[in-house]
């Protein structure tokens, strides 16, 4: 989250617990550390996600293809009530609805977020949900 500060200009507000999870996607790989972060930016959403790639490098993030294994991985899930469907960048994340890993985390802090395309809250969202990930918790060795 630092990072993110320092390079952004923008400021955390609100860091929502470390959940794990059993991996997504490429299953052979370790499970799923995850949290989500409020951030408040004057970026574009194309700026920030320059600003995200970026910032994984400089954390080690090393690519090796998709789904699978890495050292890092941001991604912006919403921004404000913005749709946004570039091949770059796709708000809200295509997948939010769909892995538990990051859902869960979005509602713990924005429970009241409209999604702008189906005009349902998180909270709303969250009782008609089913993710084939059967087990996610939260993890109690969360460091900042």
Not at 57 to 79: A, S
Not at 94 to 114: E, I, T, Y
Request: proline share 6%.
């Amino acid at each position: 989250m630092k990072a993110l500060e320092e390079i952004t200009c923008a400021t955390v507000s609100a860091v929502a617990p470390l959940y794990e999870s059993e991996p997504w996607g490429v299953l052979n790989q370790k499970e799923f550390l995850n949290t989500a972060i409020l951030l408040t930016t004057p970026l574009e959403p194309g700026e920030l996600l320059k600003v995200i790639k970026a910032t994984e490098r400089e954390l080690g993030r090393l690519e090796r293809g998709r789904w699978g294994p890495r050292e890092i991985d941001i991604d912006i899930l919403f921004y404000d009530n913005i749709t946004c469907f570039t091949s770059e960048l796709t708000i809200p994340h295509s997948r939010l609805l769909q892995r538990s890993f990051s859902f869960f985390p979005a509602l713990k802090l924005c429970p009241g977020w409209v999604h702008p395309v189906t005009g349902h809250s998180l909270a709303q969202m969250a009782l008609n949900l089913t993710f084939e990930t059967k087990s996610i918790k939260i993890s109690e060795n969360w460091i900042d």
